[in-house]
């Protein structure tokens, strides 16, 4: 069983950062791809970013030229660095692992909340 654990939400005004991070248990290069979702209250789990295991990214319209997805293989943990937030931002970010099986492993989420 892969484990995920996300780090690094909080509280932050508008227009300001946040870099989250995603620890996994086992090598980053065992996964297709990893990727941020994030949940608002109410609403549905949408794709933030992702990054294949050749190092490939690709973001949401919503969030692209504010957010960037990377990793540190040898700490196997990837990061989204959230510039420039919004209120619409807020939700709670999750990470995911995507296996070359075809099974997606979860982690435990990290709320951000982007308030004046």
């Known amino acids: 069983q892969v484990q995920l654990v996300e780090s690094g939400g909080g509280l932050v005004q508008p227009g300001g950062s946040l870099r989250l991070s995603c620890a996994a248990s086992e090598s980053i290069f065992s996964f297709h791809a990893m990727a941020w979702y994030r949940q608002a209250p109410g609403k549905q789990r949408d794709l933030v970013a992702t990054?294949?295991?050749?190092?490939?990214?690709n973001y949401a319209d919503s969030v692209k030229g504010r957010f960037t997805i990377s990793r540190d293989n040898a700490k196997n943990t990837v990061y989204l660095q959230m510039n420039s937030l919004k209120p619409e931002d807020t939700a709670a970010y999750y990470c995911n692992a995507a296996h070359y099986s075809g099974r997606d492993s979860w982690g435990q989420g990290t709320q951000v909340t982007v308030s004046s």
């Open positions: 990054i294949t295991s050749g190092g490939y990214t």
